[in-house]
Structure formats: C-alpha cells, structure tokens
C-alpha cells in the first residue's frame, strides 16, 4: 500500500470555527490532491498540488484553501466552517511522469454542527 | 467538461453470479480509465485501469475494456463473492495539466451468499 496518512481521522466541529485537515505521504510523489466525498456526488476535486508551493483550485473550492511547504505535507483548510462542508475528506497522490493512477488515504469524516 | 456516467445501484447479486456495471464517459481526445473499490469505512483501492484504446484492464478477477467507440469502460467479473461487496467508482484522467480524476457518483454492489 502506498504510504499515505491523514489525520484527524474523525472530528467534529462547530460552525464558524477553523479546522485544518493534514495529508502526508511517505512516497515522493509530485502530485497531491484533496476530494470530497458526499452522497451521489462521488469523489470531487476541491485543490491540488503540482509541487511544493504550487497549488491550484479544483471544482469546489470555496470556503477551502491549502498549503504545501513539504513534498510529503499538503494541508487542508476550512477557513470558517459550515455544516455544508460536512463531508468525508479524502488526500490522494500520484507520481506523475506518465504514471497518472492515483493512490487514496483513508479519509477524514468531518462532521460541523 | 470531462464527466462519467455510471449505473444507479444498489446492484443485489447472489454469489457465483456475473457483473456488469457500466460505465461511459464524455472527455476529447484519449483520457485514461480507471475502476476504484471502496469497502466500507475505508479509502479508495484502484482496481485496474486502461490508458488507451481496445487496452483491457484486469485484476482479481475483473476486467474492463477501453472502448473509444463507444465511449465506454464496463467492469465485469464472471463470478462474485461476498468480500466483492463495496462501492465501484469508474473515473478517468488525463497525463497533462492537472492530473485530476473525474468521478462517476458510485455503484454500490451487494453479494447476497
């Protein structure tokens, strides 16, 4: 399995309150993503990473931002937190250089109140 | 945009049975395909992809093909089990730009013994 942690793995939050989500890799890979998962949604894209310090927006980025100082860090951030944000968080990586699969932790549930 | 079309589940089959679930997609040019599992309360596995035309992709027993033609991706195995029993995800990328998937909504399978 590809070395991918995220923590917390669970939290539970209140609305209007900061909240950062860590991923972290152990792999090297260039490429680092952040989805959500909601019902009938599937997976969707909300930020990803091309480097360190390069990052872009993805389709629901709103009310998220993220940062990566570290290739193995990239941070997830929910600037003030609403229930809409409710959702099961999950990081992936991918190495790039025509090898495009991507390998998934195993999510953080987000529950704001 | 890009997008994938997958079958509404719950999909109910007794063991020993044989699956389809179908997938198509809308994208330009020659994405490459990829079927997800995700057992309950855990992370994305990928299960196979394909990244060109007529390429079959194959594991543990599953198998999918990449149909330009058509614009489709079926998974398919040709007997089930219980541990068989997860959410699929079809979703496809590109090897340029953002490397990010694009998701179908999930079929839930269910293997009844």
């Known amino acids: 399995d590809a070395g991918i942690t995220q923590s917390p793995r669970h939290k539970v939050t209140e609305t209007g309150t900061p909240v950062t989500l860590r991923c972290h890799q152990t792999?090297?890979?260039?490429?680092m993503y952040w989805y959500r998962q909601d019902p009938g949604h599937g997976l969707r894209l909300i930020h990803y990473?091309?480097?360190?310090?390069?990052?872009d927006k993805g389709e629901v980025s709103d009310g998220y931002s993220v940062s990566r100082s570290k290739t193995e860090d990239f941070l997830l951030t929910l600037e003030s937190a609403t229930s809409s944000q409710t959702s099961v968080y999950f990081c992936?990586?991918?190495?790039?250089?025509?090898?495009?699969?991507?390998?998934f932790g195993p999510g953080t549930r987000l529950t704001v109140l | 945009g890009d997008s994938v079309t997958q079958m509404e589940g719950p999909v109910t089959l007794s063991e020993e049975a044989f699956l389809t679930i179908n997938c198509t997609y809308t994208?330009?040019?020659?994405?490459?395909l990829f079927w997800y599992v995700q057992y309950p309360g855990e992370g994305l596995q990928l299960l196979l992809k394909?990244?060109?035309?007529?390429d079959k992709g194959s594991n543990k027993g599953f198998e999918a093909t990449y149909r330009k033609e058509t614009t489709s991706f079926h998974l398919e195995k040709g007997s089930v089990q219980v541990s068989d029993s997860a959410v699929y995800f079809c979703?496809?990328?590109?090897?340029?730009?953002?490397?990010?998937?694009?998701f179908g909504s999930g079929t839930r399978l269910q293997v009844q013994p």
């Open positions: 992936a990586i991918s190495e790039g250089g025509g090898k495009n699969e991507q390998f």
């Open positions: 792999e090297n890979h260039r490429y």
């Open positions: 990473s091309y480097g360190v310090k390069d990052t």
């Open positions: 994208a330009t040019g020659y994405p490459s």
């Open positions: 394909a990244t060109k035309a007529d």
């Open positions: 979703a496809l990328t590109r090897d340029t730009g953002r490397r990010a998937l694009t």
